[in-house]
């Protein structure tokens, strides 16, 4: 079966960096869309940043400038580099894929999180 798996996340103090990874594994026929979304306690999960297979990436106004997705085709990867944390952006980071495993199947998967936190 698909699998996500999320590494990178940790504690990290406000103006640091950090790099967050996704690979996808097992029998994928195409990826069609990754992304990346964050969930803060108490609060809706939501979508930070997105890349489509024919390149289009779509950014949330709160991380625009400081964040950038990224895709690795040839690793079925996604990253997400993300510099200048606030505190506001601790949460857990989910990652997302469109994909096809099958010819004519579809669907969304979701990896485990990886938690962000940020100190100020």
């Known amino acids: 079966q698909v699998q996500l798996v999320e590494s990178g996340g940790g504690l990290v103090q406000a103006g640091g960096s950090l790099r967050l990874s996704c690979a996808a594994s097992g029998p994928i026929v195409s990826i069609h869309l990754m992304a990346w979304y964050h969930q803060a306690p108490g609060k809706q999960r939501e979508l930070v940043a997105s890349?489509?297979?024919?390149?289009?990436?779509n950014y949330s106004d709160s991380v625009k400038d400081r964040f950038t997705i990224a895709r690795d085709n040839a690793n079925n990867t996604v990253y997400l580099q993300m510099n200048s944390l606030k505190s506001e952006d601790t949460a857990v980071y989910f990652c997302?894929?469109?994909?096809?495993?099958?010819?004519?199947?579809?669907?969304?998967?979701w990896g485990q999180g990886t938690q962000v936190t940020v100190s100020s």
């Open positions: 890349i489509t297979n024919d390149g289009t990436i």
């Open positions: 997302n894929a469109d994909i096809s495993p099958y010819w004519y199947l579809r669907a969304t998967y």
